[in-house]
């Protein structure tokens, strides 16, 4: 099935510096990525929709300029972290769905980012 | 507002036994719904899905119900076996490759 890998797997970082996770599909084109984030004892929160080659649509109550998204290509989203606080410590996943995928979306392993 | 409800945060079931997970949602435009499970610190792994036109999708010990006119859906597993332990989440699309709309998870431990 297709894959989706997700770097890296975890982080510690100290409070008011930038982290990158990258998100690839390894063997097909994702035109969308997803971004998600999890709390604990949460579901998980779409934070927002990557696009190749256009700006990425943000869900209401996430900083755009905080979590810098970034889908350069048809097999990589990036999105950054920038000037972290312990508050931004949660879990964030990628996922993406290429075409012919339809609604079966594949996901990358997670990052745990803690910051603090 | 949630769409997509698991009223259920956690189940205990014997191993051997059935597992029903349940599910919930209100957005009648919902055609698609899978369920995934999820272990610490890991990504979600895709398990079963059903399309809106369907009421019943088995594919080996699960199968996955979809009662259209309660907005209810659920996930059986049957046997249980004790690595099913995982958070199960139920998800939600209105088609295309849009986002998943994702209920906030039930913890089955499976007791050996």
């Known amino acids: 099935g297709a894959v989706v890998s997700q770097h890296p797997s975890r982080v510690i970082c100290k409070s008011g510096t930038s982290v990158k996770i990258e998100c690839r599909s390894l063997?097909?084109?994702?035109?969308?990525m997803f971004w998600y984030r999890q709390f604990p004892k949460k579901s998980l929160m779409l934070m927002a929709t990557s696009n190749e080659g256009s700006k990425a649509t943000y869900e209401q109550g996430v900083e755009k300029d905080k979590f810098l998204i970034n889908h350069a290509s048809l097999t990589l989203s990036t999105l950054t972290v920038t000037s972290a606080h312990p508050e931004d410590s949660s879990f964030y996943i990628c996922?993406?769905?290429?075409?012919?995928?339809?609604?079966?979306?594949?996901f990358g392993s997670g990052t745990q980012l803690s910051v603090l | 507002d949630q769409q997509v409800k698991q009223n259920s945060p956690s189940l205990s079931v014997q191993e051997g036994r059935i597992s029903i997970l349940n599910c919930d949602y209100t957005?009648?435009?919902?055609?698609?719904f899978l369920w995934y499970k999820k272990y610490p610190a890991e990504g979600p792994t895709f398990l079963i899905s059903?399309?809106?036109?369907?009421d019943k999708n088995e594919d080996g010990r699960f199968t996955v119900f979809l009662n259209k006119s309660a907005k209810h859906l659920s996930l059986h597993i049957v046997p249980s076996q004790p690595g099913d332990s995982a958070v199960y989440f139920c998800a939600a699309s209105v088609g295309g490759n849009t986002p998943l709309v994702f209920g906030k998870g039930t913890r089955l431990s499976v007791i050996a």
């Open positions: 059903i399309s809106s036109i369907k």
């Open positions: 063997d097909f084109q994702a035109t969308t």
């Open positions: 996922s993406a769905g290429g075409a012919g995928q339809n609604e079966k979306l594949f």
């Open positions: 957005n009648s435009m919902f055609d698609y």
